[in-house]
């Protein structure tokens, strides 16, 4: 196996180890549904990629067809539209009903649906459309790292601003630049975008639970001040 083979399937495994674990965390710690079952759907789409190139499959094969309308699903809606959605949680208190969850998923898979059968006839204006997309998603965790910065989490706002510029790269060359020296399957890129990505899910799990931390401790201080005076009196009383 060469060298690159080898990375790339390190680059996959740890995405889909990252995007199963954290998924299963969001949603058991926070039951921010949006952001689990986004972070398992990568994982899923990185496992169906894992099969893939261990069979080495090629266009023909149900798996590739697979792969292509997860990538347009998460590319679109998935790590866009859904994270901002799940990100506001923390940043806006947002707390969307049981029926914006499903609906802003048959949303996401409509739209996944659409670009896998017309994405061709489209062309260009696909890649153009993802990269709007990836923009206003970016604007908008500039503003979660800004949060993040706020509140003391340094560190944590380095790691998210980090993580989305590498993403931007990652998402502003997919359709239009090739790697010098890639290979026709572009596992040099891939090797790339699958390390990212996992970094992604796994900095924005730690940056997410920073803030709703932060939030907690914000909600706990009236009742802090509130029992300050009782506490104060029934020890005065003893």
Same mark, same amino acid.
């Given at each position: 196996? *060469?060298?690159?083979?080898?990375?790339?399937?390190? *680059?996959?495994?740890?995405?889909?180890?990252?995007?199963?674990?954290?998924?299963?965390?969001?949603?058991?710690?926070?039951?921010?549904?949006?952001?689990?079952?986004?972070?398992?759907?990568? *994982? +899923?789409?990185?496992?169906?990629?894992?099969?893939?190139?261990?069979?080495?499959?090629?266009? +023909?094969?149900?798996?590739?067809?697979?792969?292509?309308?997860?990538? &347009?699903f998460s590319?679109?809606?998935?790590?866009?539209?859904?994270?901002?959605?799940?990100?506001? &949680?923390?940043?806006?208190?947002?707390?969307?009903?049981?029926?914006?969850?499903?609906?802003?998923?048959?949303?996401?898979?409509?739209?996944?649906?659409?670009?896998?059968?017309?994405?061709?006839?489209?062309?260009?204006?696909?890649?153009?459309?993802?990269?709007?997309?990836?923009?206003?998603?970016?604007?908008?965790?500039?503003?979660?790292?800004?949060?993040?910065?706020?509140?003391?989490?340094?560190?944590? *706002?380095?790691?998210?601003?980090?993580?989305?510029?590498?993403?931007?790269?990652?998402?502003?060359?997919?359709?239009?630049?090739?790697?010098?020296?890639?290979?026709?399957?572009?596992?040099?890129?891939?090797?790339?975008?699958?390390? +990212?990505?996992?970094? &992604?899910?796994?900095?924005?799990?730690?940056?997410?639970?920073?803030?709703?931390?932060?939030?907690?401790?914000?909600?706990?201080e009236p009742?802090?001040?509130?029992?300050?005076?009782?506490?104060?009196?029934? &020890?005065?009383?003893?």
């Amino acid at each position: 196996m *060469a060298l690159r083979d080898l990375l790339f399937l390190l *680059a996959d495994v740890w995405m889909i180890v990252v995007g199963f674990t954290f998924g299963w965390k969001f949603i058991r710690n926070f039951k921010n549904y949006l952001l689990g079952l986004e972070w398992i759907i990568v *994982a +899923t789409s990185g496992s169906n990629f894992l099969v893939y190139a261990l069979l080495g499959a090629d266009e +023909t094969s149900p798996m590739y067809t697979v792969a292509y309308f997860f990538d &347009q699903f998460s590319r679109s809606v998935g790590i866009t539209l859904i994270l901002v959605m799940g990100l506001m &949680q923390v940043t806006h208190r947002y707390r969307p009903s049981v029926g914006t969850d499903v609906g802003v998923f048959v949303f996401a898979a409509a739209v996944g649906l659409f670009l896998l059968f017309f994405s061709e006839r489209i062309g260009v204006g696909v890649a153009i459309f993802l990269i709007v997309v990836n923009v206003l998603t970016t604007l908008f965790l500039i503003h979660f790292a800004k949060r993040l910065w706020a509140i003391g989490a340094k560190g944590t *706002a380095l790691g998210v601003s980090l993580a989305t510029a590498a993403a931007c790269v990652i998402a502003w060359t997919y359709d239009f630049v090739h790697v010098p020296g890639d290979d026709a399957a572009h596992t040099l890129f891939y090797i790339g975008a699958l390390s +990212t990505w996992g970094f &992604q899910m796994f900095t924005y799990y730690f940056a997410y639970r920073a803030l709703h931390r932060h939030n907690e401790s914000v909600d706990a201080e009236p009742n802090r001040r509130e029992q300050s005076p009782a506490g104060a009196g029934e &020890q005065s009383w003893s």
